[in-house]
């Protein structure tokens, strides 16, 4: 177990905002994170994987807690299937990587998202069709008033786009020790979202697809070593037919996504029309090949980051009567 005093989170967040907080610690076992809990019982607590799906707005005066458990095994097979459980502070894409290496299906389309695998669940994080929801059998997790170790089954984390009960009911109830991933032995192909399919030859390789959708990402999204961000700023709304049924008439070339629950809108189209691709902020600009994506130019503050995606809110809020919800988590 490791604790830091006064520690610049700079190096926690892909943002790369230059924040303190009073004490950030890593745990190696159930066991530490225990004891941490106890210890730390009287200060605000955050648990954060890469930080790349928040912005620091702030100083945090309380804990930072990272998972440094990060093992993976895989603990069932049947014939078609294999149940991998990752630890919590496993990194997400060497996950992946090693499960296209072992030519399981399954999770490829999520090559590349930057995160952990304990905030994935939390998040449900997604690209390309897939969703992490769509591949996680179980989650275990610690409750944080008892102690014990309990199980949740898919349909108890009530998984959504970019959500789950970890961001809702159970905020602080629980904190995720790891999650077990459905892995298929056959090909199960999701090759329908954008050009994906266009990029492969017929009957790819898990990866062959990692590769592809790799290609594609970057060539849309920053490479967060290179250029702070927390990925998509805001999440696409989903709106009811008739409200898009009036938008079509307005402006006939607006993309559109059929859903369960309404029709969902690209927010970085609705962003583009809006002219906020060139709005800059003091040192935070939006990134030009995906405008859903904010950045930080060199010395963005959380101050610039506010204010801008305050700005396109408004901007698109005036323009097509949409409130674009924020994706990335302000603390
Ligand atoms: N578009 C524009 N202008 C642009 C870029 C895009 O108008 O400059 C429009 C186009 O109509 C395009 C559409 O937006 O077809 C969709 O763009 P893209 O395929 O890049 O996906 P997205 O809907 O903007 C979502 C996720 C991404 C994920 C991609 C691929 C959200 C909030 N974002 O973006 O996830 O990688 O789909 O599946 O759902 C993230 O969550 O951080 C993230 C990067």
Redesign the pocket.
């Known amino acids: 177990m490791h604790i830091q005093e006064n520690i610049s989170l700079l190096p926690y967040n892909t943002f790369r905002m230059d924040v303190r907080a009073r004490y950030r610690a890593e745990y190696s076992s159930v066991d530490e994170l225990k004891g941490l809990l106890r210890q730390y019982a009287d200060i605000p607590r955050l648990f954060v994987g890469q930080g790349s799906?928040l912005l620091f707005t702030k100083d945090f005066d309380g804990i930072v807690l990272h998972s440094a458990m990060a093992r993976a095994r895989a603990v069932r097979e049947t014939a078609d299937e294999v149940y991998i459980e990752a630890q919590s502070g496993l990194v997400m894409d060497s996950l992946i990587e090693q499960l296209c290496d072992m030519n399981l299906y399954g999770m490829e389309n999520l090559s590349h998202?930057p995160g952990e695998v304990g905030a994935a669940a939390v998040q449900n994080?997604?690209?390309?069709?897939v969703e992490a929801k769509d591949v996680i059998s179980e989650v275990q997790a610690l409750d944080i008033a008892t102690h014990s170790l309990c199980t949740l089954t898919n349909a108890d984390c009530r998984f959504g786009?970019?959500n789950s009960i970890f961001k809702n009911e159970a905020a602080n109830r629980y904190v995720i020790t790891s999650v077990t991933f459905r892995l298929s032995k056959q090909a199960v192909y999701h090759l329908d979202?954008?050009h994906l399919r266009d990029a492969l030859t017929a009957s790819p390789a898990p990866s062959d697809i990692r590769e592809a959708v790799i290609r594609i990402?970057q060539s849309?999204?920053p490479e967060v070593s290179q250029t702070g961000s927390?990925?998509?700023f805001?999440?696409?709304p989903v709106v009811p037919q008739e409200v898009f049924d009036r938008l079509r008439s307005l402006y006939p070339s607006i993309?559109s996504y059929a859903q369960a629950d309404g029709i969902k809108i690209?927010?970085?189209?609705l962003i583009?029309q809006t002219g906020c691709?060139d709005l800059v902020v003091g040192g935070a600009g939006v990134w030009q090949?995906?405008?859903?994506?904010i950045i930080n130019k060199g010395n963005a503050t959380p101050d610039d980051v506010m204010a801008l995606a305050k700005m396109i809110q408004d901007r698109v809020k005036e323009r097509f009567g949409i409130a674009l919800q924020k994706?990335v988590i302000y603390i």
């Open positions: 799906n998202i994080v997604g690209a390309y069709g786009y970019r979202y954008g990402r849309k999204l927390a990925g998509s805001f999440k696409n993309p690209p927010a970085a189209w583009e691709k090949n995906q405008p859903l994506v994706e």
